[in-house]
């Protein structure tokens, strides 16, 4: 056997990325959004997730959705606003690389019916999961969203954290966050100039 055969082949070097909340931030805010049809992509918010596409560098939703918890809708209805949302985005020639939805709350139901789940954020379980399926760096990835919880989770995570103005986010102290940006373009302007 030859040295060659014999070594074996390193795994590949963690990649950041760049993690999104889904609603307030990549789409309009909809309370219990569960009909694709009142899906409104934030303006931009494709092209932007495409020049991350163009760089190679992995796009992972992290959403909370406590409907389905709650017995609102269930989880073909949040794939069928996947299902459209990936259609939007590929008119951009964009993608979302993984997503990862949340559906505990303390008044949900049944399984879900958890108060402080490691997944739900503010806790970073989405992100660190992600992270260990994908070969993801944390500490030099990002996590975008509208709201303080969005924040949090990505802290939590080791991440640097960017908050955006639409959605929730107008009503956030951004003074946690590393950046803030009027809405996702703006924000991925701003990440891609520092980009590691």
Not at 57 to 72: C, H, W, Y
Request: net charge negative; hydrophobic share 45%; charged share 25%.
């Amino acid at each position: 056997m030859s040295l060659a055969q014999e070594r074996t082949i390193p795994a590949a070097k963690p990649k950041p990325a760049i993690f999104l909340d889904r609603d307030g931030t990549l789409n309009e805010e909809v309370d219990f959004l569960s009909d694709p049809e009142l899906l409104v992509m934030i303006p931009g918010a494709a092209e932007a997730v495409a020049r991350l596409n163009a760089r190679d560098i992995p796009v992972v939703v992290v959403t909370n959705q406590s409907g389905i918890g709650r017995g609102k809708y269930d989880w073909q209805d949040f794939a069928a606003v996947m299902d459209r949302m990936d259609a939007l985005l590929a008119l951009e020639n964009a993608r979302i690389d993984a997503v990862y939805a949340s559906p505990h709350h303390e008044n949900a139901l049944g399984e879900y019916a958890v108060a402080d789940h490691p997944e739900r954020k503010p806790n970073p379980g989405m992100l660190l999961r992600a992270a260990a399926e994908h070969g993801l760096d944390l500490a030099r990835s990002w996590m975008v969203g509208d709201k303080a919880i969005d924040l949090e989770a990505g802290r939590r995570a080791g991440c640097k954290v960017a908050l955006v103005r639409t959605g929730y986010g107008a009503q956030v102290d951004g003074c946690a966050a590393d950046l803030v940006a009027e809405s996702l373009p703006e924000a991925v302007d701003l990440i891609l100039s520092q980009w590691p």
